[in-house]
């Protein structure tokens, strides 16, 4: 015979609310443990690689994380990241606006690699990086490969460089400048050895053009090919002198610390050189990193942050392109790529409705399995749920009060059904990570500004 169960009674004045049937959907607890969902109660763990690799809960091990500013996006980011530190995987910060990551990565032992004012360190946009290490140990046809993926790159990155000067590369800017890339790169010379180059080297061949480079892309004269190629070569002269001169046109000088929990490449000292100056020093940064991520030989799983995404997208559709091509041609299964943006609409305004723009940028979110959705206002909220094929239960969530509370977002990969998550951070994360520091009145009574 069965025990009897035990009766509870309660007034509804202390149970608000009794679903005896709610079951979760539970995410495997593999990973990095975020916090809770909020539905169920239960713990919420995120292990990208594992639900690709496993559980089939994505196809790509990338995250996008979307949200309007002081939801706590870059929080979420941290706690991933620390919590991944457990399981061996460690961190790049690519590009560190606000110089927020800093205290973190000084608190592991690391130093942040820091550039602007001040400082020495330089990093070449067109850095060969690794690649020339390794290059005598791969066949032909391995050489081929690497090289035309870092020319691809280089040449997406160098038009949304010109973009960000005001020129609209057209294709035949884009064929000079990858003729140039080859050409400067000594890809032509039997694959001996690779030559380094910087932007002053691609703007010098395109500015004084010789008759074998204007013949090959088939000008019929020379005047011909710099009439063409000026505003080209004027966006990248523009580049070198501008607010960013030297900092990424000269051979790079410093080192990715590999073996650094995380390390975290600081922008906080540019930002008085103006909002294009960041975005550029950002697109440069994205493309360094993500060829020395790509590269690197350890065979460990990384994750790379790309946060405040959406200054480099101010840029315009090239910029989009260059993030593209980095996702895309990124062919690590290991690695694990965040990319922080405010709403949709800061992809999808880079170009006309229905250009190609716009279908690059849904191309983009389709490259990230894994959107974390943080309140938003409702029109955006209404484009990220058309975008993401919401169902109107989780467009609600998003939008609802449920959704109000710091660190809580919709966590949604393709292949299952969204979670509400609270993000938990831990006493010492929070003052790791307190972003609103500057806003509060100092120890001594005053207030942030005297
Ligand atoms: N889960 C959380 N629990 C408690 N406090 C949080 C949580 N998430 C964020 N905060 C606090 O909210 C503030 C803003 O967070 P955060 O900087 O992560 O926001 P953000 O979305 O990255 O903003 P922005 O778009 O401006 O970069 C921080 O001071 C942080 O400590
Ligand atoms: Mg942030």
Redesign the pocket.
Same mark, same amino acid.
């Given at each position: 015979m069965l025990a009897p169960l035990p009766v509870y009674h309660a007034s509804t004045r202390e149970i608000g609310g009794l679903f005896p049937l709610l079951v979760a959907c539970p995410v495997p607890a593999v990973g990095a443990r975020i916090?809770y969902d909020v539905q169920s109660g239960g713990a919420f763990y995120c292990h990208p690689v594992e639900w690709v690799l496993r559980n089939g809960l994505a196809t790509n091990p990338n995250i996008a994380?979307f #949200?309007?500013? #002081? =939801? #706590? *996006? $870059? $929080?979420?980011? @941290? &706690?991933f990241v620390l919590r991944m530190l457990n399981f061996g995987v460690r961190t790049l910060i690519s590009g560190d606006v *606000?110089g +927020?990551y800093t205290p973190v990565v000084r608190a592991l032992g690391a130093t942040p690699i820091e550039l602007g004012a001040g400082n020495h360190a330089r990093v070449n946009a067109l850095d060969l990086g690794p690649l020339t290490a390794r290059w005598d140990s791969w066949t032909a046809q391995r050489q081929r490969d690497e090289l035309s993926s870092v020319l691809g790159r280089w040449v997406q990155l160098l038009a949304a460089l010109a973009e960000s000067q005001g020129h609209a590369p057209t294709v035949s800017d884009e064929a000079a400048i990858a003729a140039v890339l080859h050409r400067l790169v000594g890809a032509r010379d039997g694959n001996s050895r690779l030559r380094p180059i910087t932007i002053p080297d691609v703007h010098r061949e395109l500015a004084h053009a010789d008759t074998e480079l204007w013949h090959d892309l088939r000008y019929a004269h020379r005047h011909d090919f710099l009439d063409r190629l000026r505003p080209m070569t004027d966006a990248l002269a523009n580049l070198i002198s501008g607010a960013l001169s030297g900092l990424f046109d000269a051979p790079t000088t410093v080192a990715i610390d590999w073996a650094a929990p995380v390390q975290s490449m600081d922008l906080s000292r540019l930002r008085s050189r103006g909002d294009t100056a960041v975005a550029v020093a950002l697109t440069c940064l994205g493309a360094w990193s993500s060829l020395a991520t790509d590269l690197r030989n350890d065979g460990e799983i990384r994750i790379v942050v790309r946060? +405040?995404l959406w200054r480099q997208l101010r840029l315009g559709p090239r910029s989009v392109a260059a993030i593209d091509a980095e996702l895309r041609l990124s062919r690590l299964e290991q690695i694990i790529q965040i990319l @922080?943006l405010?709403k949709l609409s800061d992809l999808l305004s880079v170009g006309a409705k229905g250009s190609q723009a716009t279908a690059i940028a849904r191309d983009l979110i389709a490259l990230c399995s894994t959107r974390v959705l943080?309140r938003q206002s409702t029109r955006a909220a209404d484009e990220l749920a058309e975008a993401l094929a919401l169902t109107g239960p989780e467009h609600q969530r998003l939008i609802g009060p449920v959704n109000e =509370?710091?660190? =809580?977002a919709l966590w949604k990969t393709e292949n299952q059904p969204a979670h509400l998550v609270?993000? @938990?951070?831990s006493s010492f994360e *929070?003052r790791l990570?307190?972003?609103? &520091?500057q806003l509060r009145p100092a120890p001594n009574g005053r207030g942030r500004y005297g």
């Open positions: 916090g994380l #949200g309007e500013p #002081g =939801r #706590g *996006k $870059s $929080s979420t980011v @941290v &706690a *606000k +927020e946060d +405040e @922080v405010h943080f =509370r710091r660190g =809580r609270q993000t @938990v951070l *929070k990570f307190d972003t609103n &520091a």
